[in-house]
């Protein structure tokens, strides 16, 4: 089952689960897009095992990481 998921400070948050069939999809949709409007990242598992930051919640994603910028200079 495909999970959206932000790292924190207590390892990771699971914000969404949903189906192939649709089913929890606006909720994580709903959520993602909450996350990247207070500055965190996206970075969605394709099913070949790639990885690529996104603005939108592709429905193949396995696994939707969010994370916040890494500070430094």
């Known amino acids: 089952m495909p999970r ?6 207590t390892g990771h948050t699971e914000l969404a689960e949903w189906t192939a069939e649709g089913a929890g999809v606006e909720r994580a949709r709903a959520a993602l897009i909450e996350e990247l409007e207070h500055g965190y990242f996206a970075v969605a598992t394709g099913p ?5 930051q ?12 969010l994370r916040r910028p890494i500070a430094g200079g």
């Open 4 to 9: 959206l998921i932000r790292l924190d400070p």
């Open 48 to 52: 070949d095992g790639t990885a690529e």
């Open 54 to 65: 996104i603005r939108e919640l592709p429905s193949d994603a396995e696994l939707v990481v």
